[in-house]
């Protein structure tokens, strides 16, 4: 059968969820899709290649969703990352409308109703997302620990926002029309790296189409110590982390057709502002220069930067006291 030619269903949702290692944080997930007001849902849930008992908790839902009238269906691949995960899994969706959670967060009960209505009211959208709020993982209780930002919640053009982190990707508030996303990707297929899906999912998505914003929390974000997000990476991998975003962007860029003059060079500028960061958190200030020097051809006005302005930043960041002091002080010993 070819999955690629399946005809939409009208008013289903399909729910396509990445999971690694989630034996003990999936049954939260899984029930809170069972708990949905909303009728017609169908959960694709796709296995990166567990190496726990995920498979098997995921198999204990079955008659769960038998009984609620929820289509439900296992997909598994060897590991490799969400994006992949979540390519297994494109092919089987029939829903109108499509949303992505995470296996660790939560929907509340009326997440996915509330958006689909929305959507069904105004169908001058081809998508709509809504809040999210952050909870212990262990306790239950809710944090005022927020990695994004809200941004201006009026706005529809997102693209910008979402890329240079004005506003959220939190996966599980999105929603969006299935019909116009295979129109972007017409092979069901997203670019796979290791960071990333929420940016391969939204961003050529918002490029082409507003996405309007329901001001209630529909979603909730677990906070879990020691997850794959939250671990503290080293230099290296941070580095490659860095890569590969860029690397996804051009992908992205190309996806979009941008072309213009001005939007590549707000992208080089998004490029260049990262380098920068990265390289002062170690200490690579040739590196760092390198990176303003061309956020000023870019005509970047935040980081145009005077004489004086250069060196009070060597000494905020220590740069003389390392490097030059110490240089000095030898130089003092052999006189």
């Given at each position: 059968?070819?999955?690629?030619?399946?005809?939409?269903?009208?008013?289903?949702?399909?729910?396509?969820?990445?999971?690694?290692?989630?034996?003990?944080?999936?049954?939260?997930?899984?029930?809170?899709?069972?708990?949905?007001?909303?009728?017609?849902?169908?959960?694709?849930?796709?296995?990166?290649?567990?190496?726990?008992?995920?498979?098997?908790?995921?198999?204990?839902?079955?008659?769960?969703?038998?009984?609620?009238?929820?289509?439900?269906?296992?997909?598994?691949?060897?590991?490799?990352?969400?994006?992949?995960?979540?390519?297994?899994?494109?092919?089987?969706?029939?829903?109108?409308?499509?949303?992505?959670?995470?296996?660790?967060?939560?929907?509340?009960?009326?997440?996915?109703?509330?958006?689909?209505?929305?959507?069904?009211?105004?169908?001058?959208?081809?998508?709509?997302?809504?809040?999210?709020?952050?909870?212990?993982?262990?306790?239950?209780?809710?944090?005022?620990?927020?990695?994004?930002?809200?941004?201006?919640?009026?706005?529809?053009?997102?693209?910008?926002?979402?890329?240079?982190?004005?506003?959220?990707?939190?996966?599980?508030?999105?929603?969006?029309?299935?019909?116009?996303?295979?129109?972007?990707?017409?092979?069901?297929?997203?670019?796979?790296?290791?960071?990333?899906?929420?940016?391969?999912?939204?961003?050529?998505?918002?490029?082409?189409?507003?996405?309007?914003?329901?001001?209630e929390v529909l979603y909730r974000v677990a906070l879990r110590e020691?997850?794959?997000?939250?671990?503290?990476?080293?230099?290296?991998?941070?580095?490659?982390?860095?890569?590969?975003?860029?690397?996804?962007?051009?992908?992205?860029?190309?996806?979009?057709?941008?072309?213009?003059?001005?939007?590549?060079?707000?992208?080089?500028?998004?490029?260049?502002?990262?380098?920068?960061?990265?390289?002062?958190?170690?200490?690579?200030?040739?590196?760092?220069?390198?990176?303003?020097?061309?956020?000023?051809?870019?005509?970047?006005?935040?980081?145009?930067?005077?004489?004086?302005?250069?060196?009070?930043?060597?000494?905020?960041?220590?740069?003389?006291?390392?490097?030059?002091?110490?240089?000095?002080?030898?130089?003092?010993?052999?006189?």
């Open positions: 059968m070819n999955h690629k030619e399946n005809i939409l269903c009208a008013g289903l949702v399909s729910i396509v969820t990445p999971v690694y290692n989630g034996e003990f944080h999936l049954p939260a997930m899984l029930d809170s899709v069972l708990a949905q007001t909303y009728p017609k849902i169908e959960l694709i849930l796709c296995d990166d290649g567990s190496g726990d008992g995920t498979v098997a908790v995921a198999e204990s839902y079955r008659e769960k969703f038998d009984n609620r009238g929820y289509g439900y269906r296992i997909v598994r691949g060897e590991h490799r990352n969400a994006s992949a995960a979540i390519n297994r899994g494109l092919p089987y969706v029939r829903g109108e409308f499509l949303i992505w959670p995470d296996s660790d967060d939560i929907l509340d009960p009326e997440s996915v109703q509330k958006r689909v209505v929305f959507l069904q009211k105004h169908r001058e959208y081809h998508c709509v997302r809504s809040l999210s709020c952050y909870f212990d993982a262990a306790t239950g209780e809710i944090s005022d620990i927020r990695d994004e930002k809200q941004g201006d919640l009026s706005k529809e053009d997102l693209f910008w926002d979402i890329l240079e982190f004005r506003t959220f990707v939190c996966c599980g508030c999105y929603m969006l029309n299935t019909r116009s996303f295979f129109e972007i990707y017409p092979e069901r297929h997203i670019p796979e790296y290791d960071v990333g899906q929420n940016f391969q999912m939204l961003l050529p998505f918002m490029f082409h189409h507003k996405c309007p914003t329901i001001p020691g997850s794959h997000s939250r671990r503290k990476l080293t230099q290296a991998e941070e580095e490659k982390k860095y890569q590969d975003y860029e690397d996804l962007v051009d992908d992205i860029a190309r996806i979009c057709h941008i072309e213009d003059q001005q939007s590549k060079e707000r992208l080089l500028c998004w490029k260049e502002k990262r380098r920068y960061s990265i390289s002062l958190k170690y200490g690579q200030i040739r590196q760092a220069f390198a990176a303003m020097r061309k956020l000023n051809k870019y005509g970047d006005e935040k980081m145009r930067m005077t004489l004086k302005d250069i060196i009070w930043w060597l000494f905020a960041n220590s740069w003389i006291t390392e490097k030059i002091y110490p240089i000095y002080r030898k130089m003092f010993k052999k006189i």
